[in-house]
Nanobody, 124 residues
Framework: QVQLVESGGGLVQAGGSLRLSCAAS????????MGWFRRAPGKEREFVAA????????YYGDSAKGRFTISRDNAKNTVSLQMNSLKPEDTAVYSC?????????????????WGQGTQVTVSS
């Protein structure tokens, strides 16, 4: 079973950047597809980005396209989310997740393993 721990969240001004990291332990990281989701107060969990086991395929939610980049390093058991041009509406708790997807990559149900999340706050 894989364990996930996120880091890199914080407070940033609108237009700024943050890089989130998710460190995996417990073995088998390279065998998992990985995703990033976020949840803002009072809102449902939202898909942000996903990356396939090999790192070849990447997918983005509408709010992330053109601003965020997901990447992974299977040698270091990490997945990252580079977030640029941040907006106040990006404020949320960001969580990484591990699972296996074939065609559906944006549903939380595809990911049985989750980190505890890291808070991102974007001030206007």
């Amino acid at each position: 079973q894989v364990q996930l721990v996120e880091s890199g969240g914080g407070l940033v001004q609108a237009g700024g950047s943050l890089r989130l990291s998710c460190a995996a332990s417990g073995g088998g990281f390279s065998g998992y597809d990985m995703g990033w989701f976020r949840r803002a107060p009072g809102k449902e969990r939202e898909f942000v980005a996903a990356i396939s086991r090999s790192g070849v395929l990447t997918y983005y939610g509408d709010s992330a396209k053109g601003r965020f980049t997901i990447s992974r390093d299977n040698a270091k058991n990490t997945v990252s989310l580079q977030m640029n041009s941040l907006k106040p509406e990006d404020t949320a708790v960001y969580s990484c997740a591990a699972g296996h997807f074939v065609r559906i990559y944006d549903s939380p149900s595809q990911y049985p393993y989750w980190g505890q999340g890291t808070q991102v706050t974007v001030s206007s």
